[in-house]
């Protein structure tokens, strides 16, 4: 009886021992997934921003868990992360490490990767990520924090076509008004740009300072430290070298601006031109004489009568010729609306070609209804330019030729009335168009890759519409605006307003050589009278 009683004692701890001996077995065995499972799905949510995905790994809530995530961001100005795992080692007792390596790109600065690690542990029979602030960065602590210091270099300079700088603040108001001008940053700005830049950095404001910041800027030389919590610096991470500005040169040439300047400058009124080089679509000058709002870039008007030429060339695409035979009556009636000239002029039956030197509406109107039609005419205008948004640098509002609602629409859009607005650009463009034959996107800053593409002209246009402009100048409206030889273009006498007697714009658009402008006067009147000697004084001031 004593014998078996200790034999049955003995066989109950030898079963204890084997049990304590094989529980680490038994508990590896009873676990869901691996530490390497964990660790990748965790690597993996972070890298794609995935905040509750995280959270489900982990071992147990984390106080301050979105908040050390945030910092990167906050802090750093991190764009993204991206990071991949390394090896996964035990660490015994149920409990893993994961090492990683972590790449962030960091807003204006370039990437910084750094290497950390993950802790793993056993809970319910899963792995779990047992988290703290050092799994963001090894070096914080929860009472650390990560911080920038940037030094940014000296800012690159803007440039004209010759080379020259223009952002010194010397050159004309209306360069300036193109070039923009440095600012203090303000903590909106900051919140925009990145965590690189702090409030009261210089940045710029306004054209082409302000589109191309991050170009002129260049990329700061920044240290990514971490601070405690009255900022002071705890630890250095990482230096990251930074990078000069790039300059960026206009198309802009001096010897066009200063003429362009002189020719706009004694006027009473507000004025703009800018010229273009018809083979490029590079601006060559825009000036405004006066300052704040750029008329030039930004103006909305009705382009009168310089948009037949576009009418014009949807004619002549049509089959019209400039020697066929039409009639500028006194009066027109199209749609129900009725049509003068200007100075109740009448010419009787004449040419194609002299009906639009002299600038017959009573012309242009019925044959646009007969021939063209709305949708036509809307066709030509968007090849031509106007319904297409710019990209030339700077803002630069398009021209727009709302597609007619019937045919008194169409009649008063077919000289550039009703609801047709154009700015000097956009018309420049059209002249340009003619020159080249072909109508190119304007820009200011060549190296812009356009998203609109060239656009050629029909040969039974271009040629034909040469002529014609040139008669505008030979024996037109623009006859005695004392233009030089070679000079072709088109006048226009723009109303706007409402009453019986309405005020004009006063236009003149065209080419001479390798150079097409517009020219507008704000309430100038006649575009012969007034536009036209300006754009005359401009090409005479011209070198050459």
Avoid at 15 to 31: E, I, P
Avoid at 50 to 62: E, H, I, N, R, Y
Avoid at 240 to 268: C, E, F, H, N, Y
Wanted: with cysteine; hydrophobic share 40%.
């Amino acid at each position: 009886m004593p014998r078996g009683r200790t034999i049955a004692i003995t066989s109950a701890v030898t079963v204890l021992a084997v049990g304590a001996a094989a529980g680490g077995a038994y508990y590896v065995l009873h676990t869901r997934g691996s530490a390497e499972q964990t660790a990748g799905h965790f690597a993996a949510a972070w890298s794609r921003g995935d905040l509750a995905a995280m959270k489900a790994d982990l071992a147990s809530p984390a106080p301050g868990f979105e908040a050390a995530y945030a910092e990167p961001a906050d802090r750093l100005g991190a764009e993204k992360v991206a990071v991949r795992l390394g090896t996964v080692t035990p660490a015994g007792d149920g409990r893993a490490k994961a090492a990683y390596t972590a790449t962030m790109t960091l807003k204006n600065i370039g990437d910084w990767t750094y290497t950390g690690s993950l802790d793993l542990m056993v809970k319910d029979h899963h792995w779990k990520v047992a988290w703290t602030p050092a799994a963001v960065h090894p070096a914080l602590t929860g009472s650390t924090h990560l911080a920038l210091k940037t030094t940014w270099p000296g800012r690159a300079a803007v440039e004209d076509a010759s080379g020259g700088r223009i952002d010194t603040g010397d050159a004309g108001g209306s360069v300036q008004q193109l070039v923009g001008y440095l600012d203090k940053a303000t903590a909106k700005d900051v919140a925009k740009l990145g965590s690189s830049y702090k409030p009261g950095d210089a940045i710029g404001r306004g054209g082409l300072q302000e589109t191309f910041q991050k170009r002129l800027a260049g990329v700061p030389t920044t240290i990514i430290t971490t601070v405690d919590g009255s900022k002071k610096t705890v630890q250095t991470l990482k230096t990251i070298d930074g990078s000069p500005g790039s300059p960026v040169r206009t198309s802009l040439d001096p010897a066009a601006q200063k003429a362009a300047v002189a020719a706009v400058r004694d006027l009473d009124k507000p004025a703009s031109l800018v010229a273009i080089r018809p083979a490029t679509g590079e601006i060559l000058a825009v000036v405004n004489n006066r300052g704040g709002f750029n008329r030039a870039l930004d103006g909305r008007y009705p382009p009168g009568s310089t948009f037949k030429t576009v009418t014009a060339a949807g004619l002549l695409a049509e089959g019209l010729t400039p020697g066929q035979k039409v009639t500028c009556p006194e009066k027109a009636t199209v749609g129900g609306l009725a049509i003068r000239n200007s100075d109740h002029e009448a010419f009787g039956s004449l040419t194609f070609l002299d009906s639009y030197a002299h600038s017959c509406n009573t012309t242009f109107a019925p044959l646009a209804a007969r021939h063209l039609g709305g949708g036509k005419l809307y066709q030509v205008a968007s090849e031509m330019g106007f319904n297409q948004p710019l990209s030339i640098g700077v803002p630069a509002a398009k021209g727009s030729m709302p597609a007619p609602t019937g045919d008194a629409d169409l009649a008063a859009e077919s000289f550039g009335q009703g609801r047709i607005t154009a700015s000097p650009l956009v018309m420049a463009t059209v002249a340009a168009a003619v020159a080249d034959g072909t109508w190119r996107p304007p820009t200011l800053v060549p190296s812009i890759k356009q998203k609109l593409q060239p656009r050629p002209l029909p040969e039974t246009v271009t040629g034909p519409l040469r002529t014609m402009m040139a008669a505008v100048v030979g024996k037109g409206t623009a006859k005695r605006a004392g233009l030089p030889k070679g000079t072709a273009g088109k006048t226009g006498t723009a109303e706007f307003g409402t009453g019986p007697k309405l005020d004009s714009h006063a236009w003149f658009i065209g080419f001479r050589g390798e150079v097409a402008f517009a020219v507008v006067v704000e309430a100038g009147g006649m575009g012969g009278e007034v536009a036209a000697p300006v754009a005359a004084r401009f090409l005479r001031g011209l070198p050459g």
